[in-house]
């Protein structure tokens, strides 16, 4: 399969490579013999390798972000993207109180435009993602590849074998404190405003990161990001990018509503026919995406603002695009709603979901014990 054409705002296509910066581990539990065998010889890896020799050469090439800011031959355009994102590090901490710790402290300059190609996959039909197996880390319902050939060689595989597949371009990442990860080239290339979401959205996760509810800390970041931009450009006093940021969020808010309304129809569908029925399950949502299309089409694409004409028409419908776009639009009427209620306060509303959540879990584990 082809990868489809990348999305307007890449903020939100990110690549968490915790499973291949994690590889030094394998060393440390392995002997030297049977790593090397293992790392050379399999593909599993040659492909941590690969990713290995790759992210070390991003964190060779790291350069402190305010000696570039302040050195007179960095390019132009490059040092005011560069204190932009350092003003934002700092409305951060100073205002949203997020940890920034050393994030977004150093630049590397790639020499390639895409950072890294996701492959995900679904099963046309259930709602479940596929999952790929790492050693350490586990299962991760996607995989990231800096050789873009093989990510096309397996997203192709993938579809001949009956998946509903899509690729797409990564152009930041976090490795959730593993590493002091630098702001790379390709993430610098985004506009103003996506720019400052980013950072955002990663020094959230710096912050807090429930483990293994993926779609529930992707979705809060896709809110700080959206949110706290505003409040940085209007703290900033820039009008034009305030209204950017505003527009940004209110896409974000209406394609959201879109893939849980699309979501909540394939599961009905779903739940009328028997899980051996796979060709009438298949034909049931296939009839939902049609319906989706022309409501994307006809409805939900007259009210963006920040979407290129005919996006509506050629963005992929299949449950692997639609469990990737939930996975940072889950229900983000929710972070909303508890916005609204701290009077449009974000760094209130940030305290609320975070206490709102480990009151959840707390409470989720004294029932657990109970039951024992």
Same mark, same amino acid.
């Given at each position: ?167 797409? $371009? %990564? ?8 590493? !002091?990860?630098? &702001?790379? #080239?390709?993430? /610098?290339? =985004? ?116 979407? $290129? %004409? ?8 299949? !449950?692997?695009? &639609?469990? #990737?776009?939930? /996975?940072? =639009? ?43």
């Amino acid at each position: 399969m082809i990868p489809h054409p990348a999305e307007p705002r890449q903020h939100l296509r990110r690549y968490l490579g915790t499973q291949w910066r994690r590889l030094l581990k394998i060393a440390g539990t392995a002997s030297a013999t049977l790593a090397v065998a293992f790392l050379g010889l399999t593909p599993m890896g040659c492909y941590l390798s690969r990713a290995a020799y790759e992210e070390a050469r991003i964190l060779a090439r790291r350069q402190p972000i305010p000696r570039l800011v302040a050195r007179e031959s960095t390019e132009p355009a490059l040092r005011a993207k560069l204190a932009l994102v350092l003003e934002a590090r700092q409305f951060a901490v100073d205002s949203l109180r997020l940890k920034a710790e050393e994030s977004f402290t150093t630049f590397s300059q790639l020499d390639r435009d895409t950072l890294v190609l996701v492959v995900s996959a679904a099963y046309p039909d259930r709602l479940e993602r596929k999952t790929w197996w790492f050693p350490v880390v586990g299962r991760f319902p996607y995989k990231g590849f800096f050789d873009f050939t093989e990510a096309r060689r397996t997203a192709e595989a993938l579809s001949a074998e009956g998946y509903d597949v899509t690729v797409g $371009p %990564a152009s930041a990442f976090s490795t959730l404190g593993w590493f !002091n990860d630098p &702001l790379v #080239s390709t993430t /610098v290339k =985004a506009d103003s405003v996506t720019l400052v979401n980013t950072v955002l959205h990663e020094l959230l996760h710096t912050t807090f990161f429930a483990k293994g509810q993926v779609s529930f800390n992707e979705s809060f970041a896709t809110f700080v990001g959206g949110r706290g931009a505003e409040h940085f450009f209007r703290a900033r006093g820039d009008s034009a990018l305030l209204r950017r940021a505003q527009d940004d969020w209110h896409d974000d808010l209406l394609l959201g509503a879109f893939w849980e309304r699309t979501a909540k129809e394939i599961d009905s569908v779903f739940a009328t026919l028997p899980d051996s029925a796979r060709t009438p399950r298949i034909a049931a949502r296939d009839t939902v995406y049609t319906r989706a299309r022309r409501r994307l089409v006809d409805s939900v694409g007259p009210q963006l603002r920040t979407y $290129p %004409a005919g996006w509506v028409e050629r963005v992929p419908l299949n !449950n692997a695009v &639609l469990m #990737s776009r939930r /996975v940072y =639009a889950e229900r983000l009427d929710r972070f909303d709603s508890v916005y609204t209620a701290a009077g449009g306060d974000i760094r209130e509303a940030i305290r609320r979901v975070i206490a709102a959540h480990r009151d959840s879990v707390r409470t989720t584990e004294k029932t657990r014990k109970a039951g024992n």
